[in-house]
Antibody, heavy 119, light 110 residues
């Protein structure tokens, strides 16, 4: 079955960087778009970024544009999120999610999340 | 302030039918599919409805989705205690070129 396992979260000071990873299994990773979605404590989900199946198309939320970079390595079935210039309000659980198809088909399956604390 | 607007809470008794609304605009709900997610405390959201009114396999047919203009609704019939959760709507926004979520509705089963 589809499995997504995030890693790389932790406590980081404001202004520093962090890279999250998401290991995918149970489906043909290179055929699907992938998302990062975050959820701050006590808040609803906030979409962060999406990348197309082959990595050529990327979209970002305004709140992270210019600071975060989404990428993927289809040979390793792994999704990444490079987070730079981190701010206190970036504190959240970060989920990776598989799109139903490419970019515009919704987040179908979510990982268990990894916690990022900026403090 | 979320782009999509949901009531913060909803409630019903077992067996009742409950609807949760999600209000948007022409750039999101008005021109794209709506997705609904169910989330229990401490767990990741789970896809409940996709493409406005389609259920993934395994989701009971007690859950249904619909859309009219720039608003969408999630209906839960035959309410059960295990339906007590947070529910979120989402849609692609063509103006923002990004996905937007509602603020969430906490459903209580009384």
């Amino acid at each position: 079955q589809v499995q997504l396992v995030e890693s790389g979260g932790g406590v980081v000071q404001p202004g520093r960087s962090l890279r999250l990873s998401c290991a995918a299994s149970g489906f043909t990773f290179s055929n699907y778009g992938m998302h990062w979605v975050r959820q701050a404590p006590g808040k609803g989900p906030e979409w962060v970024a999406v990348i197309s199946y082959e990595g050529s198309d990327k979209y970002y939320a305004d709140s992270v544009k210019g600071r975060f970079d989404i990428s993927r390595d289809n040979s390793k079935n792994t999704l990444y999120l490079q987070m730079n210039s981190l701010r206190v309000d970036d504190t959240a659980v970060y989920y990776c999610a598989k799109d139903q198809a490419s970019l515009l088909n919704g987040m179908e399956v979510w990982g268990q999340g990894t916690t990022v604390t900026v403090s | 302030q979320s782009v999509l607007t949901q009531p913060p809470s909803a409630s019903g008794t077992p067996g009742q039918r409950v609807t949760i609304s999600c209000s948007g605009s022409s750039s999101n709900i008005g021109s794209n599919y709506v997705y609904w997610y169910q989330q229990f405390p401490g767990t990741a959201p789970k896809l409940l409805i996709y493409r406005t009114n389609q259920r993934p396999s395994g989701v009971p047919d007690r859950f249904s989705g619909s859309k009219s203009g720039t608003s969408a609704s999630l209906a839960i019939s035959g309410l059960r205690s295990e339906d007590e959760a947070d529910y979120y709507c989402a849609a692609w926004d063509v103006s923002l070129t990004g996905w937007v979520f509602g603020g969430g509705t906490k459903l209580s089963v009384l």
